[in-house]
């Protein structure tokens, strides 16, 4: 129950925060304004997808691929607040606290449950392979979306 109540407040943290930045942003309006928010909000859509997937999962039982994702995602996430990932034409999204927090606080609340589902042989590779997919995943949009959003 608490993984699911961390994973709804993950996507509805980076909700708020894609909100408040593009509200700060309109000011400036016009065409560059709404390029902003169709860039804020597809930042958003694949950012959190990961979370959505995780919460669809493990939303009617354990569900150990679910859990696994859960816990890839939020190692991930504090992967990506790592210097060398960040992005000036990002939204403020990208270097939110409260995203790094909430995304440890699911890597460490998956994980006692992920344990606690029994040990089955292939554990470690559903984990590392979650991790290697995710993290592929997400250097692979961040280049799509740094791409779209380069000044012609």
Known sequence: MTLRVVLIAAVAVACFEVVRDVEHKSIWGGSYFRS????ALLFLIMSQLPYAFALFRTWTGLDRTGLAIAIAA?????VIHLPFFYSSNAPLLEN???LLVLG???AILAY???????SREGDVRCVASSFAALLAYTLLWRVIYASLLLPY
């Open 112 to 118: 006692p449950v992920y344990r606690s589902a029994g």
């Open 74 to 78: 939020g190692v991930v996430e504090a």
């Open 96 to 98: 939110s606290p409260l």
């Open 104 to 106: 440890v606080a699911t």
């Open 36 to 39: 902003y928010c169709l860039g």
